[in-house]
């Protein structure tokens, strides 16, 4: 009996070690690790001709998501927005209608063309060459769409100019999705700027909606189709039309700024 209860009491041991053991197992390197994504492969290997110092830095590229750098354009959260908002959207280089070939909504298959971005070099580059054209006939986006801002020109340019990789980083600024006191003027209308004003702009916009100011966004705001659209709520137009959804944090602001009462602030 006494044997009986000592190996009853061994084999339960056995087992609960067993468990805690497997309760340990996925080892969690914890959020000191950097997590590297391989990218080697979006890249033209023979492309290094027009680099003029360090060949290197282009190949292979390697994406480390490190803490961001203001001295660093980073291409998803700057550069991808200013192409998918004016682009990237129906009818133009969107999936479907890949016009010339060209579907800007992901760094794969922007750089997988060798003159649309040269890396460096904003004269080999025809993206750069494109928006920055001074003969509106030739210009992208094309008329009757707005130009790109001064601000997102230059973005660009400092993106080609560093290397036009593909680098990504954490807490970016404009990451941290603040919502407390929203204001129209810094939050809430950059956000239309970046992704809606090629269609809605202020001459002859689509549905006759501007969004270029207060009162165009303020009319759409009060009347519901605003959080409907961006949010994708049954029943409503999903915009951008065609193109991806706005990030998450911007829907956020714009819901904020709608419940703490749609001011012009
Ligand atoms: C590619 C062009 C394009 C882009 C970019 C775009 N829209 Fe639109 N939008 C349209 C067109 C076209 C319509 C009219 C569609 C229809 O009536 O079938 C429309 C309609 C709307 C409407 C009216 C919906 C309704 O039910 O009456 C709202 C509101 C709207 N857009 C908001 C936005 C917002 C906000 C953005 C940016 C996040 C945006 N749009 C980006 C083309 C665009």
Same mark, same amino acid.
């Given at each position: 009996?006494?044997?009986?209860?000592?190996?009853?009491?061994?084999?339960? $041991?056995?087992?609960?070690?067993?468990?805690?053991?497997?309760?340990?197992?996925?080892?969690?390197?914890?959020?000191?690790?950097?997590?590297?994504?391989?990218?080697?492969?979006?890249?033209?290997?023979?492309?290094?001709?027009?680099?003029?110092?360090?060949?290197?830095?282009?190949?292979?590229?390697?994406?480390?998501?490190?803490?961001?750098?203001?001295?660093?354009?980073?291409?998803?959260?700057?550069? $991808?927005?200013?192409?998918?908002?004016?682009?990237?959207?129906?009818?133009?280089?969107?999936?479907?209608?890949?016009?010339?070939?060209?579907?800007?909504?992901?760094?794969?298959?922007?750089?997988?063309?060798?003159?649309?971005?040269?890396?460096?070099? $904003?004269?080999?580059?025809?993206?750069?060459?494109?928006?920055?054209?001074?003969?509106?006939?030739?210009?992208?986006?094309?008329?009757?769409?707005?130009?790109?801002?001064?601000?997102?020109?230059?973005?660009?340019?400092?993106?080609?100019?560093?290397?036009?990789?593909?680098?990504?980083?954490?807490?970016?600024?404009?990451?941290?999705?603040?919502?407390?006191?929203?204001?129209?003027?810094?939050?809430?209308?950059?956000?239309?700027?970046?992704?809606?004003?090629?269609?809605?702009?202020?001459?002859?916009?689509?549905?006759?909606?501007?969004?270029?100011?207060?009162?165009?966004?303020?009319?759409?705001?009060?009347?519901?189709?605003?959080?409907?659209?961006?949010?994708?709520?049954?029943?409503?137009?999903?915009?951008?039309?065609?193109?991806?959804?706005?990030?998450?944090?911007?829907?956020?602001?714009?819901?904020?700024?709608?419940?703490?009462?749609?001011?012009?602030?």
């Amino acid at each position: 009996m006494m044997i009986l209860r000592i190996w009853t009491f061994l084999i339960l $041991l056995a087992l609960m070690s067993l468990w805690s053991c497997r309760t340990e197992i996925p080892f969690d390197p914890g959020p000191m690790e950097p997590e590297i994504t391989d990218t080697t492969t979006n890249v033209n290997p023979g492309d290094t001709t027009t680099t003029p110092g360090d060949t290197s830095i282009i190949n292979p590229v390697d994406t480390l998501s490190e803490p961001c750098d203001t001295g660093i354009v980073y291409f998803e959260s700057q550069i $991808l927005p200013i192409l998918q908002g004016n682009c990237a959207f129906a009818g133009c280089h969107d999936p479907v209608t890949a016009e010339h070939d060209l579907i800007l909504t992901s760094y794969e298959s922007l750089m997988s063309h060798d003159d649309v971005v040269v890396p460096f070099d $904003l004269d080999k580059s025809e993206l750069y060459e494109k928006i920055t054209e001074d003969d509106a006939e030739d210009r992208m986006p094309p008329p009757p769409n707005a130009a790109l801002t001064q601000p997102q020109i230059a973005l660009i340019r400092k993106w080609i100019l560093q290397g036009a990789e593909n680098m990504t980083c954490e807490n970016m600024a404009g990451d941290v999705c603040d919502t407390t006191a929203v204001s129209f003027s810094s939050d809430v209308q950059p956000i239309f700027n970046t992704y809606c004003i090629t269609c809605h702009g202020s001459s002859n916009p689509n549905a006759g909606i501007s969004l270029t100011n207060f009162n165009g966004v303020a009319g759409v705001a009060n009347s519901g189709k605003l959080l409907g659209v961006i949010s994708w709520s049954n029943g409503f137009l999903r915009m951008p039309l065609g193109g991806n959804q706005i990030p998450q944090c911007n829907i956020n602001v714009i819901e904020a700024w709608i419940n703490q009462g749609a001011l012009n602030n």
